[in-house]
């Protein structure tokens, strides 16, 4: 057990975009500090199952439809720049690679983005602490297309399920705790940023973890201007 506060991430969310060169998932700080603790302790990997959400159909919000175009750019963007900034860029290339007819098949889509965007999170977070970043399932792939009738009606990851049960027929199968991040707590008083690229107010009615991806942007800036 490793006791996370928010100035934990405050200070680690510094050496991180430092060491990455960019602004850093609400994750990162987390697993940055359990790293630290693991190699404390001993440890010289840190074995994680990332990946196996994006590669075999965990992702069940981003799986749970068949998105239009401009519906799936509105909901991976999360935060549409020009609600933020006041000189906004979209980078549509990304999702335009994925267009077919004007929609875009969400598991295509992360298996290429949001598979690059998980892997530098764990890799950031492991090479700052200082220990090695193991992740099996980021070394497979899916041989074939996904069942999104079965992801669709609550079986998400079942390869993983199926064999497990034929791996380990005695076994449990282990319920997945969630890493969560209490980022409406940690971020509720926080009066938005400061810096003139930001249009004022424009967190007032965000999400905490809407509020932390412009944080951490802000927080990015200013190490840039020191």
Not at 109 to 136: D, H, S, W
Not at 150 to 179: C, D, H, N, Q, W
Not at 202 to 207: E, Q, V
Request: proline share 5%.
């Amino acid at each position: 057990m490793v006791d996370i506060y928010w100035e934990d991430i405050v200070s680690a969310s510094e050496l991180l975009m430092r060491h990455k060169g960019a602004p850093i998932h609400s994750i990162e700080g987390q697993i940055y500090l359990a790293a630290k603790k693991a190699k404390e302790v001993g440890a010289v990997k840190f074995i994680f199952g990332e990946n196996a959400d994006i590669i075999f159909g965990g992702m069940d919000g981003l799986l749970s439809r068949h998105w239009l175009y401009s519906e799936f750019v509105e909901r991976y963007t999360y935060i549409m720049p020009y609600k933020v900034l006041k000189k906004p860029q979209l980078i549509l290339e990304p999702y335009q690679e994925f267009e077919v007819d004007g929609h875009i098949d969400g598991h295509d889509f992360v298996n290429k983005y949001f598979r690059q965007e998980a892997l530098g999170t764990y890799n950031n977070a492991c090479e700052a602490a200082g220990i090695e970043f193991v992740g099996p399932y980021s070394m497979t792939y899916l041989d074939g297309s996904i069942d999104y009738t079965r992801i669709r009606s609550g079986e998400t990851k079942y390869l993983i399920r199926e064999a497990f049960k034929i791996l380990y027929p005695e076994e449990t199968m282990p319920i997945k705790i969630p890493m969560p991040r209490p980022m409406d707590e940690w971020l509720e008083a926080w009066q938005g940023p400061k810096r003139q690229e930001f249009i004022p107010h424009s967190t007032d009615n965000m999400t905490g973890d809407q509020k932390w991806m412009v944080w951490a942007l802000e927080k990015y800036l200013d190490l840039l201007d020191v």
